[in-house]
Nanobody
Framework: VQLQASGGGLVQAGGSLRLSCATS????????VAWFRQAPGKEREFAAA????????YYADSVKGRFTISRGNSENTVYLQMSSLKPDDTAVYYC???????????????????WGQGTQVTVSS
């Protein structure tokens, strides 16, 4: 499974961006897909995840109410809609996927088998 993350950029505080994670070779059907982020000098941290069936979503407290993770109709894309962005949201954002993740491991980077290359999000104050 190959993942391609895109949609990052430079935005002012309070603005919005939508990130996309696209897979090639197969669909996301049966996979859990997550977005993680890593700021300079910090560890990679969980932002949001979506399970395929049932379509449950999970968020870090720091992004809850501002970010929305969703999947496209074609089942080969997952989106992260980010609103009310803050300078603290500045990071490289990575999408990750795995077909075998238990609920308690959804927020753990090492639980994911496949990773995209990352897309930079910079929020200016």
């Amino acid at each position: 499974v190959q993942l391609q993350a895109s949609g990052g950029g430079l935005v002012q505080a309070g603005g919005s961006l939508r990130l996309s994670c696209a897979t090639s070779g197969r669909t996301f059907s049966g996979y859990s897909v997550a977005w993680f982020r890593q700021a300079p000098g910090k560890e990679r941290e969980f932002a949001a995840a979506i399970r395929w069936s049932p379509r449950n979503t999970y968020y870090a407290d720091s992004v809850k109410g501002r970010f929305t993770i969703s999947r496209g109709n074609s089942e080969n894309t997952v989106y992260l809609q980010m609103s009310s962005l803050k300078p603290d949201d500045t990071a490289v954002y990575y999408c990750a996927a795995s077909s075998r993740i238990i609920l308690s491991s959804l927020r753990v980077p090492s639980a994911y088998s496949y990773w995209g290359q990352g897309t930079q999000v910079t929020v200016s104050s």
